[in-house]
């Protein structure tokens, strides 16, 4: 990775970042599909529990929603 980071003149979290890219790109959807996918069930579900503070407490609203 050093050679090709020398070879094209960035740094190594640069080639990094384009082997992440090619290898997202190559094994399944895209960003904007999954995207897609996500803005489909966005607001789509009511919160019963009526959760508050959920980004102090994401873990524990996610380990509950595994149960």
Do not use: W
């Not at 996500?38 to 579900?45: H, L």
């Amino acid at each position: 990775m050093k050679a090709i980071g020398r070879e094209d003149g960035v740094s190594m979290a640069e080639v990094i970042r384009r082997f992440i890219d090619t290898s997202l790109d190559a094994d399944g959807p895209g960003r904007a599909e999954l995207y897609e996918a996500a803005a489909t069930v966005v607001g789509r579900f009511e919160d019963r529990e009526a959760a508050k503070g959920l980004i102090g407490d994401h873990d524990v609203y996610f380990a509950g929603s595994l149960e």
